[in-house]
């Protein structure tokens, strides 16, 4: 069965099969886009295997959704036919964001993540990028992101090469992690996950758009932490998001500590200058805890 035809059955719509045009979408999957009846479709696919990592996509932008905050594209469908796996959103023309689009980032973003829940972690795991990340419920910050986010990535830097040097520093990280959270204790705010700037975009309103997300719910700095490592995010974002909701007095010297796990998921998927960026960081890290 063509992916014309798988989705066509899905949607109970026709999808015309000579429309698919190849688009960007990410360096773990393939994307592309439909016309149908229902309008123009935009479409991850991939084999079987991909389901579960769609599915958690999909329950990631509906929680994103309820927040009623940024907006998310509207979950079509998802599923697997004939070995295909495939999840269908609506397509949204982005633009390129101007200031205004930033600013309104920044408070609709303080918005959602003014949406709580009593403990860190989701109904769910999911992915970040195509690695599995754990997501189950834990009352304490620390131990969450110990736990479920930093050892997890250094269990498999060590598996893909990594050396004792950068396996000993973050394990000596991680026993001292307390020590960045002595007056500080965040909540469980709704979270993007993979808040780079490849992830957002305006539409042709001016809107801003998130997608890709890696959803839990932590530490709203580890969002915004993330704005931080590739760039993309204009000083209208940062100053509309800090008038809606200021930030911690130590907020600055965390940002490092959560790049951390997103620095070593990089190495972990793409190899290269990743290790030496994270031992850097890390040694970073422990100096500041001399």
Not at 135 to 163: C, H, I, M, T, Y
Request: proline content about 3%.
């Amino acid at each position: 069965m063509s992916l014309a035809a798988a989705l066509s059955r899905a949607l109970g719509t026709e999808v015309a099969a000579g429309s698919e045009r190849s688009v960007g979408g990410g360096s773990i999957n393939s994307c592309a886009r439909f016309e149908s009846a229902l309008g123009s479709l935009f479409v991850k696919h991939g084999d079987a295997s991909s389901l579960t990592m769609f599915q958690a996509e999909a329950d990631g932008l509906a929680e994103l959704a309820k927040a009623r905050a940024v907006r998310v594209p509207d979950v079509l469908t998802v599923g697997e036919q004939d070995g295909i796996a495939f999840l269908v959103l609506e397509w949204i023309d982005l633009r390129g964001a101007a200031s205004s689009s930033e600013k309104r980032l920044g408070e609709l973003l303080a918005a959602q993540h003014r949406v709580t829940r009593e403990k860190f972690g989701w109904h769910r795991d999911n992915t970040i990028g195509s690695t599995p990340q754990s997501n189950q419920d834990a009352a304490d910050w620390v131990e969450f992101l110990r736990e479920q986010r930093l050892r997890p990535q250094l269990k498999l830097a060590r598996s893909n090469g990594a050396g004792a040097d950068l396996i000993d520093c973050g394990e000596r990280l991680c026993e001292r992690l307390g020590r960045f959270f002595v007056d500080y204790r965040p909540a469980p705010s709704l979270l993007h996950g993979d808040l780079w700037g490849g992830n957002w975009g305006s539409d042709p309103t001016g809107q801003p758009v998130l997608f890709d997300p890696a959803v839990y719910f932590g530490d709203r700095e580890a969002d915004l932490a993330m704005t931080r490592l590739f760039g993309g995010f204009g000083a209208s974002f940062y100053s509309a998001y800090r008038s809606a909701w200021p930030l911690d007095a130590g907020a600055a010297t965390r940002v490092t500590l959560y790049n951390l796990y997103h620095v070593l998921n990089h190495f972990n998927l793409f190899g290269g200058g990743y290790l030496r960026q994270a031992l850097g960081m890390t040694q970073r890290l422990l100096a500041e805890l001399a």
